[in-house]
């Protein structure tokens, strides 16, 4: 099973592709997406869609696993979120992708073994679990493919949002 994890974000999206086989993970690819502050919004949504799509006609994941929804102070800044995490669904649903939620606490007990780990907790178990030679950068690669790691782990595919 091959996943893409994605850490929404209107400057920088996060993404990692992790193939799972039995007991066994490894990253395939990870990075960010990064937009410019001085772009409109609506483009910023099309750079993600475009090289979102690009990613997945590259390593043909079959599951997108994305954080869900979580509160946020600022009105302004939680649409605008909300406006990227729906291009990455529209992007996912289009290409043929399972879509899959998990909370912040989720992904950190599927990857620590506790909910509250703190970030750098996370990121050296990612570092651990792929094998990888250094912690990947920048954190947002890291929390997608923290993502991804838990989608493999949760053996859930009910926890599906939508279906195609």
């Not at 490894?26 to 409109?40: H, K």
């Not at 483009?43 to 509160?71: N, S």
């Not at 947002?140 to 790691?149: G, N, S, T, Y």
């Amino acid at each position: 099973m091959i996943v893409l994890g994605i850490d929404s974000g209107s400057l920088c999206t996060g993404f990692g592709i992790v193939e799972g086989t039995g007991n066994r993970q490894r990253a395939l690819t990870y990075g960010a997406i990064r937009n410019r502050a001085s772009t409109g919004h609506a483009e910023r949504l099309t750079v993600i869609h475009d090289k979102l799509k690009a990613v997945i006609q590259q390593y043909h994941p079959e599951v997108l696993a994305l954080e869900g929804v979580f509160m946020a102070k600022n009105a302004q800044s939680a649409l605008k979120l909300g406006q990227v995490r729906g291009a990455v669904m529209i992007t996912a649903f289009a290409e043929g992708l399972r879509l899959m939620e998990f909370s912040p606490a989720e992904v950190k007990a599927a990857v620590t073994g506790y909910g509250r780990a703190e970030k750098a907790q996370v990121q050296h178990m990612v570092k651990s679990i792929l094998g990888l030679s250094e912690i990947p950068e920048p954190h947002d690669a890291a929390d997608a493919l923290a993502l991804a790691i838990c989608a493999l782990a949760s053996g859930s595919w009910s926890r599906r949002v939508g279906e195609r």
